[in-house]
């Protein structure tokens, strides 16, 4: 099959198309003939040499994929050859065929073309966890929302009025700022050019949010932290702006109680993803039917674009996901 490859560890410019092995499905899996896949932040430390992928998945790039089954193994009995499908993977996505365990296959909803339904997995399932498995988001509480144009953060503020939140805030760049509104976020607040922490306290009347989802890390932790409310809970699932602090205050953390969870969701066991995959799916494709939630896409492009796309979301243009489309080529 094709697949996208790399040359050695670096920039964009070291993707290629090239032949790799097909994969072949275990007893428990489905090969999906893939018609679409979407770019993750992690494709791109996984293309410098900095996120290697978990033991036994594929080396291939791609966290997600959409497509058809042409085979199922022995014991699969979800599942028949010719279901449109879509999921979450470890791993080999950027390739014509792509194995997924038949428990976390999930049926791509009629108004879904396998582009959108590509843009679901990882952003959504990503923000799934942190909102309602590890946030625990409860009715009219507040939620504060870092980089809310990217994949995850649009799809937070979507589960996030789902799920009946109060005020859904977000930090984001100005030119961003009518996406997030439209997808239903109450205030949204120029991290460039404002105080995250002076804005949060103005817009909460000086008390504070619930939950925060950060990307951000260090820069960011400190504030995180004092607008957070009593038994806040701040969620971390990245660490875009550096990984240490060179001082701060822990009677903040026992004066309010505060949670701090951090979470990736490729190292995961497979148990632990199929569980996921069962939560969200039951919480998710109804609304997704429904258009109650949908996938924000920021550009489809040819999977021979590969460097440009990957480029394009180092440079953080894009709002929402950059879908690849997969095909002969």
């Avoid at 199922?72 to 010719?82: E, F, L, R, T």
């Avoid at 879509?86 to 582009?115: C, K, R, T, W």
């Avoid at 966890?129 to 509480?141: D, F, M, S």
């Amino acid at each position: 099959m094709k697949a996208i490859l790399i040359k050695s560890p670096g920039k964009a410019d070291q993707l290629y198309l090239g032949e790799y092995e097909t994969p072949k499905p275990a007893s428990d899996e489905v090969l999906v003939k893939v018609h679409a896949t979407a770019l993750n932040r992690a494709d791109i430390l996984q293309r410098e040499g900095k996120y290697p992928p978990p033991e036994g998945a594929s080396p291939i790039l791609g966290l997600e994929m959409s497509g058809e089954v042409v085979e199922v193994g022995a014991q699969v009995d979800k599942w028949k050859i010719g279901d449109k499908v879509f999921g979450l993977l470890s791993g080999g996505g950027y390739a014509e065929y792509a194995v997924i365990h038949q428990d976390m296959a999930m049926a791509i909803p009629d108004n879904l073309s396998f582009e959108e339904a590509a843009a679901i997995p990882e952003v959504f399932m990503t923000a799934f966890q942190a909102v309602h498995w590890l946030g625990k988001l409860q009715t009219n509480e507040r939620i504060l929302i870092h980089a809310g144009a990217s994949g995850v953060g649009t799809a937070a503020i979507q589960l996030a009025r789902e799920m009946q939140a109060g005020d859904i805030i977000v930090t984001a760049s100005q030119a961003k700022h009518a996406t997030c509104q439209d997808l239903g976020a109450h205030y949204t607040i120029d991290y460039k050019n404002q105080d995250f922490k002076k804005e949060v306290k103005g817009i909460t009347d000086g008390e504070g949010v619930d939950v925060i989802i950060d990307f951000v890390a260090a820069p960011y932790f400190e504030r995180n932290i004092s607008v957070l409310r009593t038994d806040g809970r701040l969620i971390m699932l990245a660490l875009l702006g550096g990984t240490h602090l060179e001082q701060f205050n822990l009677g903040n953390l026992l004066r309010k109680r505060i949670q701090i969870l951090a979470s990736t969701l490729r190292s995961r066991s497979r148990d632990y993803q199929i569980r996921l995959t069962k939560a969200f799916a039951e919480f998710a494709i109804l609304r997704f039917q429904d258009s109650r939630l949908r996938p924000v896409i920021d550009q489809i492009m040819d999977w021979q674009e590969v460097k440009a796309a990957h480029q394009r979301m180092e440079s953080n243009q894009n709002i929402g996901k950059i879908v690849l489309r997969i095909g002969k080529s």
